[in-house]
Structures are given as C-alpha cells and as structure tokens.
C-alpha cells in the first residue's frame, strides 16, 4: 500500500489550498477514503470521509462548509479542497482508507499571514 500526498504549503487566512492523494496498492474504487489531520501533541482528527463510489461524503464539524471531499476512481486519488482556511487548519494532512491500517508521510499545511 502506498499513499502519495501533495499540495500542501503555506497560505494567508481565507485562502485555498486543493490536496491529493494518489493511492496504490490496494482495491481502491471498493474503498471507502478520509483524510485526516493531526497537529503537534494532538490525536489524529477525522477530517471528511467518501464512500467508495463518491455518492456520500461525512465532515467533520471544524470544516463544514469550508472543506470539500472527492475522488477520482479511474485515477486512483482522492482530494481535498480547502476554501476560507484558518490558523487552526494548519496541521499535517494525512489520506486514509479502511482497507489497511497505514499511514502515509501526509503534507503540510500552515494557515498563516
């Protein structure tokens, strides 16, 4: 299993950033996939989740109406578009599927002017 995350970087508040992950080695379009995003001293925080079709999505309170999760099944990635983003967006964003318990290196996000 490998996750490839990218599009990370730094942005002013109320910026957008869009991530993506290109996954392999496993069933991905059988797949349900999230994204996360964990700070420093922090758990791990569920960030949104798509089932394996694209057709139901869930988010997490923090980034209602601001985070957009899709997927490309022909591609294999799964992105995340970040719109209105604030200081505390700012952390490591990881993608995840419930395939396998395994963590890629994530990409970094800072929210920052």
């Known amino acids: 299993v490998q996750f490839v995350e990218s599009g990370g970087g730094l942005v002013q508040p109320g910026g957008s950033l869009r991530l993506s992950c290109v996954a392999s080695?496993?069933?991905?379009?059988?797949?349900?996939m999230s994204w996360y995003r964990q700070t420093p001293g922090k758990e791990r925080e569920l960030v949104a989740t798509?089932?394996?079709?694209?057709?139901?999505?869930n988010y997490g309170d923090s980034v209602k109406g601001r985070f957009t999760i899709s997927r490309d099944n022909a591609k294999k990635t799964v992105y995340l578009q970040m719109n209105s983003l604030k200081p505390e967006d700012t952390a490591v964003y990881y993608c995840?599927?419930?395939?396998?318990?395994?963590w890629g290196q994530g990409t970094q996000v800072t929210v920052s002017s």
């Open positions: 798509i089932s394996s079709g694209g057709g139901r999505t």
């Open positions: 995840k599927t419930g395939y396998i318990d395994y």
């Open positions: 080695g496993f069933p991905f379009s059988w797949n349900d």
